[in-house]
């Protein structure tokens, strides 16, 4: 049985940092094909923030791209988000996600990217409140 289990969320006060942490049970990172993270607050749709797939490049949302950075620590088993210079809009619950499937998209410049569907796996969430 696949589990993924989130930590680090916390308060922070407004321009302050945090890291989040994904750990996986039952299957290793390099299993998936799409690992990403996406973040959903009170009366809010769901978004993502960033993913990671296989042979392909990490993908971010424009609102945080230049403050938010995932990466992959093997040696940890873990997939990591760094949040910096946040803000009280960044208040959210956070999820880890994965998937063993990606969706190619062909042409020219041929790439593979994560859609939603590609996110069978979920996190319970973690809690991330920025004070202002």
């Known amino acids: 049985q696949v589990r993924l289990v989130e930590s680090g969320g916390a308060t922070v006060q407004s321009g302050g940092s945090l890291r989040l942490s994904c750990t996986t049970f039952?299957?290793?990172?390099?299993?998936?094909?799409?690992m990403g993270w996406l973040r959903q607050a009170p009366g809010k749709q769901r978004e993502e923030i960033a993913h990671?797939?296989?042979?392909?490049?990490?993908t971010y949302a424009r609102s945080t791209e230049d403050r938010f950075t995932i990466s992959l620590d093997n040696a940890n088993n873990a997939l990591i988000l760094q949040l910096t210079s946040l803000k009280p809009e960044d208040t959210a619950n956070y999820y880890c996600?994965?998937?063993?499937?990606?969706?190619?998209?062909?042409?020219?410049?041929?790439?593979?990217?994560?859609?939603?569907?590609?996110?069978?796996?979920w996190g319970q969430g973690a809690q991330v409140t920025v004070s202002s």
């Open positions: 996600a994965a998937g063993t499937h990606r969706t190619y998209h062909g042409g020219r410049s041929a790439y593979y990217f994560c859609r939603s569907e590609d996110f069978t796996y």
């Open positions: 990671i797939v296989r042979d392909g490049s990490n």
């Open positions: 039952g299957r290793t990172w390099s299993d998936f094909a799409c």
